[in-house]
């Protein structure tokens, strides 16, 4: 007699189950860390002055993904290290598109 494998869950991806969409805190989160600090950091050195190459590895560092190191953080303060899991795994999935648009802005 076979076993059967129990259903994997999507959680750790979306936030949700297998077959809905995900969070809009998520979502949220995502957008603000790729879309929306960029934006803010991209007005802000254009009104200081530095040379362009500062300010291309400032826009480097502003347009990547959330960092690894939040799981553990959430996990350590026993915060939702599942939340923090979702997020990265999104950012680092939609900043294949995001973050060769800002580096397209900022290297004219």
């Known amino acids: 007699m076979r076993q059967q494998?129990?259903?994997y869950r999507t959680y750790w991806f979306t936030g949700?189950?297998?077959?809905t969409t995900p969070e809009p805190l998520i979502l949220g989160a995502s957008l603000l860390r790729l879309a929306v600090t960029p934006a803010i950091c991209i007005a802000v050195l254009l009104l200081l002055p530095l040379e362009m190459e500062s300010r291309r590895v400032?826009?480097?560092i502003a347009t990547m993904p959330v960092?690894?190191?939040s799981v553990t953080l959430a996990?350590?303060?026993k915060s939702d290290a599942d939340f923090s899991a979702s997020a990265i795994l999104l950012t680092h999935l939609l900043?294949?598109?995001t973050v060769p648009f800002w580096l397209s802005l900022i290297l004219r």
């Open 5 to 7: 494998l129990p259903a």
């Open 16 to 19: 949700t189950d297998a077959g």
């Open 58 to 60: 400032l826009v480097l």
């Open 67 to 69: 960092a690894m190191a």
């Open 75 to 77: 996990e350590a303060y």
């Open 95 to 97: 900043c294949l598109v």
